[in-house]
């Protein structure tokens, strides 16, 4: 076919590193086949076309008009419930909107049934066993290929792969500063893959040491000095001989400190001497020993807040935050859920890519939930509905968690009561929804007018994230 082009072989975390203009537009994700789960994503930018077509196929392919009047990107798929002409997505005055072409099998939005329907941000749309999410208005790179695909194994380090531009650049971002001796701060919600990062970090980093992670809200608070910094033989009760500790053990290697904001002040102290001087003094000790260590952290924490009540040392985050990443949460990252699960399905097991399959009313459900947990929900999820599908064949509904099972299924922070919760919730949807208050309002299930209340109790201005 005219500008014919094999999805899998084009990478969105490639290319050229040349300073890129980021703008928004349309696009139309291929998110997930349930019939081949391993199959990977794909993204269709529908900034300067009219219409994507999507029918059967004898096999995956995207095509794009070579004609520059004609402005149309033809998708053929392998999936034996599409029809030969299933759908399209068309612009009509400034809108977009689906159509099914009278398939045999229907289509559905958001999962029902639907004919045709005017396209939302954010909608689902469901072609015999193939999923698609419609972008109204996503960030990407002027000159984006008008389709591309993420290429797993061209990634620079396990983790580091995305089908949606912005978080593909700040995946790059992170990539060239991994190969520096910049420190590297992760902020992001609980279970959204900071230790994930900080092992990419440290496998770019090419340091000949090994990467060492410490929980610092699981060490005994009245042993963290000795944990992290070592101690000499009698030096406190139970010290019944040496210790290099954990900085130590991190010598010309990483230093991951999880959960940094969880650190007591005393130990805060003593760490920040430590960057400082590049050498660590155990608890006991006469003697500093020098050390070379790169440290990454993390937090789900609000450290600029906690350095405002004294809980955080300025001098230590301003140390720790040579360059500052913000992973996203799993539910403003939805189009990557189908690569994601793939991922996690073949680490469990790499001899289900020929076999296993998601029911749709499965894919439909995971894609549709909220993911409070973010990626750990999710893994935990999988692990046990492939247990439950005695470790191949289907992944069905009934193997998922009632919560996920339910149309809707979103607990989370959101829904809590606690002020602190609601408003880092809040904030965390400003961002993905870029302050379009009506979109957060359909987001949380509230009223836009609650919306507006809360943005107003918390003191937050949307108009600073519309950008």
């Known amino acids: 076919m005219p500008g014919s082009v094999d999805s899998s072989t084009l990478s969105a975390s490639g290319g050229p590193q040349e300073p890129r203009c980021p703008g928004r537009g349309p696009c139309l994700f291929l998110v997930l086949e349930s019939h081949r789960p391993f199959s990977p994503p794909a993204r269709v930018s529908l900034e300067s076309i009219d219409e994507v077509r999507v029918g059967r196929g004898p096999g995956r392919s995207m095509s794009a008009a070579a004609d520059t009047s004609a402005r149309w990107v033809d998708i053929r798929l392998d999936d034996p419930w599409l029809s030969s002409k299933h759908a399209r997505v068309?612009?009509?005055?400034?809108?977009?909107?689906?159509?099914?072409?009278?398939?045999?099998?229907?289509?559905?939005?958001?999962?029902?049934?639907?004919?045709?329907?005017?396209?939302?941000?954010?909608?689902?749309?469901?072609?015999?066993?193939?999923?698609?999410?419609?972008?109204?208005?996503?960030?990407?790179?002027?000159?984006?290929?008008?389709?591309?695909?993420?290429?797993?194994?061209?990634?620079?380090?396990?983790?580091?792969?995305?089908?949606?531009?912005?978080?593909?650049?700040?995946?790059?971002?992170?990539?060239?500063?991994?190969?520096?001796?910049?420190?590297?701060?992760?902020?992001g919600e609980t279970g959204t893959g900071k230790e994930v990062m900080a092992r990419a970090?440290?496998?770019?980093?090419?340091?000949?040491?090994e990467l060492v992670a410490v929980n610092c809200g699981a060490l005994p608070r009245d042993l963290v000095e000795g944990e992290l910094f070592g101690h000499r033989k009698g030096a406190f009760s139970g010290a019944i001989d040496d210790r290099p500790g954990l900085v130590r053990n991190a010598d010309r290697g990483t230093l991951f400190l999880d959960e940094i904001g969880d650190l007591p002040l005393p130990a805060q102290t003593a760490l920040l001497r430590v960057l400082q001087e590049r050498e660590v003094r155990p608890v006991g000790g006469a003697r500093a020993v020098p050390v070379d260590v790169r440290v990454v952290a993390a937090t789900h924490r609000p450290l600029v807040r906690m350095i405002a009540s004294g809980e955080f040392r300025a001098d230590l985050y301003a140390r720790l935050a040579g360059h500052t990443v913000e992973l996203p949460a799993l539910r403003s990252r939805r189009e990557d859920l189908g690569l994601i699960a793939g991922a996690l399905l073949g680490r469990m097991d790499p001899a289900l890519t020929d076999r296993l399959q998601i029911h749709p009313r499965a894919a439909r459900a995971l894609l549709m939930y909220r993911w409070p947990g973010n990626v750990r929900e999710l893994d935990q999820c999988l692990t046990s509905a492939l247990v439950l599908a005695h470790g191949g064949g289907t992944i069905d509904l009934e193997h998922l968690p009632a919560a996920i099972q339910q149309p809707g299924g979103e607990a989370g922070a959101a829904d809590l009561g606690d002020d602190e919760a609601r408003r880092d919730a809040l904030l965390a949807l400003l961002r993905e929804h870029r302050g379009n208050i009506a979109s957060i309002a359909r987001a949380m299930g509230k009223a836009r007018m609650q919306i507006q209340r809360w943005i107003k109790r918390y003191g937050l201005d949307a108009d600073a994230f519309r950008r």
């Open 90 to 187: 068309i612009r009509i005055l400034g809108r977009w909107t689906f159509e099914d072409c009278g398939s045999k099998n229907g289509s559905s939005v958001n999962g029902t049934p639907q004919s045709s329907a005017v396209l939302a941000d954010g909608d689902l749309i469901e072609l015999g066993r193939t999923f698609f999410i419609f972008r109204e208005a996503l960030a990407s790179e002027h000159g984006d290929a008008t389709i591309a695909a993420p290429l797993p194994a061209a990634a620079p380090a396990p983790g580091l792969v995305s089908v949606l531009p912005e978080i593909v650049a700040l995946f790059e971002r992170l990539a060239l500063v991994a190969r520096s001796p910049l420190s590297i701060l992760l902020h």
């Open 201 to 209: 970090v440290h496998a770019l980093s090419g340091r000949p040491g």
